[in-house]
C-alpha cells in the first residue's frame, strides 16, 4: 500500500475513534444514554438493559403505557445505523407499537379491490361504491358455486346489536370473472328470529329486501354488513388480510364503506387474521342442539377454505414503507407483550445443581391451580362465567358456565392444557397477548370448545349425527382452565421487561465500523468527511 495512503487512514480511524469515546458517561437524564462500549455480545446486552430498565412499563387492555418511546427508538436507530441486533427486535417493535408513529391503513375503496362488494350481489354501486344488494343472495351465491350459510353467530360475528342472524357468503377468487388472488368472505346481517324461535339454530328470517329497507319501518331492519378478505398465500409469500365494514344509510338501502378497521381493534378476535365461523348447533356438547348436516358440511368447508387461502398461517397485517425507508406493518403481533398462554411462563423459578440448571413454573403447580390449604387456587377464582360476545350478546341459551362438586379437576390436564403457545406461536395459528380479547378465549374454551386444540370432537366430526360429543376435559376442567390462563397472564404482564429481555445479545463484528459512520454522519452530515479523504496516490 502507498505510504501516504496507508499513514492518512490510521491518522483518521485515529480520529473517530477518539471522537467516540468522548462520548458523555450516562447521567440522571434519560436523555444522556450512550451507545454500547463496544460490539461484543456482552456490551449490547448490557447496554439493553440499562434501556428497558429506565422504561416504566403498564400493560392496559391491547396497549401498554412506556415511558420514553420515541426517545428510545431515536437511541436504537443512532446506534445501530443498520441491522438492529436480533436481540434489539422485540424491543424495537414494542417501542414503535406504543408509540404515536405507528401507521394506519388508509388504503382507499376506489383503488383497493380487496375491499369491494362483488358486482354479482349488487343491483346498484358498483361503481360508486354506494352499495344496494340485491334480494336474493343466497340464490345468487349458489348459482355462482360460492359457499353460503344462513347461521346465528355465537361470539362478536355482524356487529348487529339487534341479531345475531347472518348469511356467511364465500367468494372464491377463482370462481370470479376474471379470477383474482384473493378471497372475500361476506356477513350479510339478516332480520333477528321472533322471540319463540330465538333459540334455532337455523334463522328464519331473510335478507331484507330494498323495498323493505327504503319503506316507512326501514330502521327497524339490520344495518351493518362487514367482509373479511384475505390475498391467498403463496409459496413466496403469507397471505394479507383486509377488514371492511359497510353501514347503511339511515332511512335507505345504501349500504355505504366504512374507513379501513385497523387491526388493533380487530386483533382482539381475528389474532390469526381470518377466523373460522362457529354458528349455533356447530360445536356442541351432548344433548345440545345440532345443525342439520348440509349447513355444518358448508361451514366446515368455509373453515377450511379460510385455513387453507391463508396457508396453514396467521395471515401478514400489511405494511407500509416510513419516511426512513423502513417497512413497517400496520398491527405487529409480535410486539404486543408476553405471550398468553406460553410454553414456558417468565415467572419461573431457576435452580442450578451440580453443574445442572433447572427451570419450574409456580403457574402450573397444584398449589397454584388448586390452592395450598390456605389461599384458594385459580381454578375457582370464577365459579360462574358469563359468556358474552363483544356486543353483550349471550351465545344462544346456553351460556352461563357454572363449577360445580363433580366431576374433579385433574390440575395436571388443566397445566398441560395452558400451553397455548403450542398452536399460537405466529406460525401455526396468530399470537395471543394483551390485545387478545379475554371474551374471545373464554369463548374458545368454554363454548367454541376448540381450545385446546383436538381436545374436542362433534358427533359429525366422529361421522355421525347421533354419535357421542368427545371431550378430554370435563366440563369443570375448561372453566378452571379459562380462570387460570387469566390469573397466570396478569402475573405475566409483571414481566414484561423480562419479556423484552429474553434474547441473548450476540457479538455484532460491524458494529465499531458502523458506530464510525455514525461519527462522521454526526460531525459531517452528508458523509462529505472531507477531512478523512483519501490523498491522491500520486
Not at 82 to 105: G, I, M, Q, W
Request: hydrophobic share 30%; net charge neutral; charged share 25%.
Amino acid at each position: 500500500m502507498n505510504p501516504r495512503i496507508f499513514l492518512f487512514t490510521i491518522l483518521c480511524f485515529a480520529s473517530i475513534t477518539a471522537s467516540m469515546a468522548q462520548t458523555p458517561t450516562p447521567s440522571a437524564t434519560p436523555d444522556a444514554f450512550p451507545c454500547p462500549a463496544d460490539g461484543s455480545g456482552t456490551a449490547i446486552q448490557t447496554w439493553r438493559d440499562g434501556l428497558i430498565d429506565k422504561m416504566n412499563i403498564n400493560g392496559d387492555y391491547g396497549y401498554y403505557n412506556v415511558s420514553g418511546t420515541t426517545e428510545n427508538l431515536q437511541k436504537i436507530n443512532k446506534c445501530f445505523l443498520k441491522e438492529v441486533p436480533a436481540c434489539l427486535v422485540t424491543l424495537k417493535k414494542f417501542l414503535r407499537a406504543n408509540s404515536h408513529d405507528t401507521p394506519y391503513d388508509q388504503s382507499n375503496i376506489k383503488t383497493t379491490p380487496q375491499r369491494q362488494i362483488p358486482k354479482e350481489l349488487l343491483e346498484s354501486g358498483a361503481d360508486d361504491f354506494k352499495y344496494v344488494f340485491k334480494s336474493n343472495p343466497e340464490k345468487i351465491a349458489e348459482k355462482n358455486g360460492w359457499p353460503v350459510v344462513k347461521y346465528k353467530s355465537r361470539h362478536s360475528g355482524g356487529f348487529e346489536h339487534s341479531t345475531s342472524s347472518l348469511m356467511m357468503i364465500e367468494v372464491p377468487g377463482d370462481k370470479c370473472n376474471p379470477p383474482v388472488d384473493y378471497d372475500r368472505f361476506i356477513n350479510l346481517t339478516l332480520q333477528a328470529d321472533d322471540k319463540h324461535d330465538a333459540t334455532n339454530v337455523v334463522p328464519t328470517k331473510d335478507f331484507a329486501t330494498k323495498e323493505q329497507l327504503n319503506g316507512p319501518k326501514s330502521n327497524s331492519f339490520p344495518s351493518v354488513t362487514t367482509m373479511v378478505t384475505v390475498k391467498r398465500a403463496t409459496k413466496d409469500s403469507p397471505s394479507e388480510i383486509y377488514f371492511q365494514m359497510f353501514d347503511r344509510q339511515n332511512g335507505t338501502a345504501v349500504y355505504n364503506p366504512s374507513r379501513p378497521s385497523q387491526g388493533r381493534s380487530c386483533y382482539s378476535c381475528h389474532s390469526s387474521g381470518l377466523r373460522q365461523i362457529s354458528p349455533l348447533g356447530f360445536h356442541v356438547r351432548d344433548g345440545e342442539k345440532q345443525l342439520p348436516v348440509k349447513d355444518w358440511k358448508t361451514v366446515e368447508k368455509i373453515n377450511m377454505d379460510m385455513t387453507a387461502a391463508a396457508g396453514g398461517k396467521p395471515s401478514d397485517w400489511r405494511s407500509v414503507t416510513d419516511k426512513d425507508g423502513e417497512k413497517v406493518s400496520y398491527l405487529d403481533p409480535e410486539s404486543m407483550g408476553p405471550t398468553f398462554g406460553p410454553i414456558k411462563p417468565l415467572n419461573r423459578i431457576v435452580t442450578t445443581k451440580d453443574g445442572v440448571t433447572t427451570e419450574t413454573y409456580p403457574t402450573r403447580t397444584k398449589d397454584f391451580i388448586l390452592g395450598d390449604g390456605i389461599k384458594p387456587g385459580c381454578a375457582t377464582s370464577r365459579t360462574t362465567v358469563n359468556v358474552r360476545d363483544i356486543l353483550g350478546r349471550a351465545p344462544g341459551d346456553k351460556n352461563v358456565y357454572t363449577f360445580t362438586s363433580n366431576p374433579p379437576v385433574r390440575w395436571e390436564r388443566v397445566a398441560t392444557s395452558m400451553s397455548c403457545q403450542d398452536c399460537h406461536n405466529g406460525v401455526y395459528r396468530g399470537r395471543l397477548n394483551e390485545a387478545t380479547g379475554r371474551s374471545t378465549i373464554d369463548f374458545k374454551i368454554l363454548v367454541d370448545q376448540s381450545m385446546p386444540g383436538f381436545s374436542h370432537m362433534d358427533p359429525l366430526d366422529r361421522g355421525s349425527r347421533h354419535a357421542h360429543s368427545k371431550d378430554d376435559l370435563n366440563p369443570n376442567e375448561r372453566i378452571a382452565l379459562a380462570n387460570c390462563l387469566r390469573a397466570e397472564f396478569a402475573i405475566e404482564q409483571t414481566h414484561t421487561a423480562d419479556w423484552l429481555k429474553d434474547t441473548q445479545c450476540k457479538d455484532e463484528p460491524d458494529y465499531v465500523k458502523d458506530q464510525m459512520n455514525r461519527v462522521l454522519n454526526e460531525t459531517n452530515p452528508g458523509n462529505k468527511a472531507p477531512s478523512c479523504t483519501v490523498p491522491n496516490a500520486h
